[in-house]
């Protein structure tokens, strides 16, 4: 059994799950370098400025989501209402 599907209970218990992360997926060691690149070689000004339009999206996409949610649920409680309905129309025919 992989070490990565286990709960660490140690440092090096932790060490082995990050190796096994990086086997099973080669790209994170890519990403993480790529990604120290990027804060290595922008200034902080220039990182904050890329981060606000990344936090605006994403306070929009969850706003748009908590809308969609409420439009299931509407629709939800419709459905059981009709169903409800139609349910009571058996009852009285029999």
């Known amino acids: ?6 709960q660490p209970n140690s440092c090096i218990e932790e060490q082995i799950r990050a190796f096994d992360a990086l086997i099973l997926f080669p790209w994170l060691n890519t990403l993480k370098g790529r990604f ?3 804060l290595d070689n922008k200034r902080d ?3 904050i400025e890329a981060l606000l339009p990344e936090v605006a999206k994403a306070q929009n996409e969850i706003r748009c989501a908590r809308n969609d949610l409420e ?3 509407n629709r939800l409680s419709f459905i059981l209402l009709i169903v409800n309905k ?3 129309r058996q ?4």
């Open 71 to 73: 439009k299931a649920t």
């Open 36 to 38: 120290m690149d990027l």
């Open 91 to 94: 009852e009285i025919e029999r």
């Open 86 to 88: 139609l349910i009571g």
């Open 45 to 47: 000004i220039d990182l």
């Open 1 to 6: 059994m992989s070490t990565f599907s286990q």
